[in-house]
């Protein structure tokens, strides 16, 4: 999709002649860029070049303001088609009871399942960081609990006090 901002238009076209499409969407040929212009105005609408790169440029006869807005309305609607990736947290301890951990794996299956990754973060407080063995314990058992459909993204490691991994859903 073209630029709307740096098509040039009408009087801004510089080259001698141009393959022309009218507004119907038929070929016309290759004219001279004033018989071109001339063509336009005689219809009441604008001459405006769609294609500068090609040899010769190729230039339509359109309602300019009409074709304008045609081209932000599609560029809108994509924008709005794009989803943005979301990152969900889910945090815990390593001395979580059994219960607990199938509430949090149920959580992340459901961030999965919507298409979200999923940060699975275990923080350790005083002691419990000379026993990181059990952060790696409780994320294997969250992705023992979870259906197949996962990719690790990051596998568990320990930043500060904290251990995570990163885990998405797989592409449909």
């Not at 022309?20 to 405006?48: F, H, K, M, N, W």
């Not at 932000?72 to 219960?99: C, F, H, V, Y």
């Not at 940060?119 to 197949?148: M, P, Q, S, W, Y």
């Not at 993204?153 to 904290?162: L, N, Q, S, V, Y």
Request: positive net charge; hydrophobic residues 35%.
């Amino acid at each position: 999709m073209a630029d709307v901002k740096n098509l040039r238009v009408n009087e801004q076209i510089r080259v001698r002649e141009v393959r022309l499409i009218d507004d119907e969407g038929g070929q016309t040929g290759i004219l001279p860029t004033r018989e071109a212009l001339s063509l336009a105005r005689e219809r009441d609408l604008d001459l405006v070049e769609v294609s500068p790169n090609a040899n010769p440029p190729v230039c339509k006869i359109l309602d300019f303001g009409k074709y304008r807005f045609e081209q932000e309305k599609k560029l809108r609607d994509s924008r709005k088609a794009q989803k943005a990736l979301k990152l969900k947290e889910i945090r815990m301890q390593p001395k979580i009871g059994p219960g607990d951990l199938d509430t949090k794996a149920k959580h992340v299956q459901e961030f999965l399942n919507e298409g979200d990754k999923v940060k699975v973060t275990i923080r350790f407080r005083g002691r419990e960081l000379a026993h990181t063995e059990l952060g790696f314990d409780v994320l294997n058992e969250v992705l023992k609990r979870l259906d197949g459909n996962y990719v690790i993204e990051k596998p568990a490691a320990m930043e500060g006090r904290f251990m995570s991994m990163t885990i998405n859903a797989k592409a449909k």
